[in-house]
């Protein structure tokens, strides 16, 4: 069935990084745009990046421009999201989602979740 | 402080309408289409309305969206148990200091 699958979450200490990957399954994943959103505990909704089908046109949010860097690779049917200088603001569940079409905001397959731990 | 606001809370008695607004500006609601999702406890977020009106398959058709100028409303009627959820609303956003995707702060509904 169409699915994504977070992994790479975890604890880590002010400054660090981490990857985080997003397998997909059920769907041509080459055809979509794709994103990572957000939400810290208790929080809401966070838009964090967003890529192209092909890769080629990448958007970042304000607050992780420069620190995060968005990729996939289509041949392994995968999404990336690697995470540097990393702050306890950055602590959220992290979530890989599928856009209906190109930069329309409407996700339609969202992942698990994976949790983002920054504390020292 | 949220881009596009929603009121914090709402609430209704099983079988009433309630609607829950969202207001954005022109760079997003104003010149893009609102999209709503529904957020169970402990799970991730379900899309729940899509291009302003429209329902992704599964979704009851007691659910629906509208938008007029810069603002939108999702509205749910025969309200039921099962509603009681988190709901925000999302667009895209041509702010020129960089596009993206903006949402709402959410609305928790309760069902008394």
């Known amino acids: 069935q169409v699915q994504l699958v977070e992994s790479g979450g975890g604890l880590v200490k002010p400054g660090g990084s981490l990857r985080l990957s997003c397998a997909a399954s059920g769907f041509t994943f080459s055809d979509y745009y794709m994103s990572w959103i957000r939400q810290a505990p208790g929080k809401g909704l966070e838009w964090v990046s967003y890529i192209s089908s092909s890769g080629s046109t990448i958007y970042y949010a304000d607050s992780v421009k420069g620190r995060f860097t968005i990729s996939r690779d289509n041949a392994k049917n995968s999404l990336y999201l690697q995470m540097n200088s990393l702050r306890a603001e950055d602590t959220a569940v992290y979530y890989c989602?599928?856009?209906?079409?190109?930069?329309?905001?409407?996700?339609?397959?969202w992942g698990q979740g994976t949790m983002v731990t920054v504390s020292s | 402080q949220s881009v596009l606001t929603q009121p914090p809370s709402a609430s209704g008695t099983p079988g009433q309408r309630v609607t829950i607004s969202c207001s954005g500006s022109s760079s997003n609601i104003g010149s893009n289409t609102v999209n709503w999702y529904q957020q169970l406890p402990g799970t991730a977020p379900k899309l729940l309305i899509y291009s302003n009106n429209q329902r992704p398959s599964g979704v009851p058709d007691r659910f629906s969206g509208s938008k007029s100028g810069t603002s939108a409303s999702l509205a749910i009627s025969g309200l039921q148990s099962e509603d009681e959820a988190d709901y925000y609303c999302?667009?895209?956003?041509?702010?020129?200091?960089?596009?993206?995707?903006?949402f709402g702060g959410g609305t928790k509904l309760t069902v008394l």
């Open positions: 999302a667009a895209w956003d041509d702010s020129l200091n960089g596009p993206g995707v903006v």
């Open positions: 989602a599928r856009d209906v079409g190109a930069t329309t905001g409407a996700f339609d397959i």
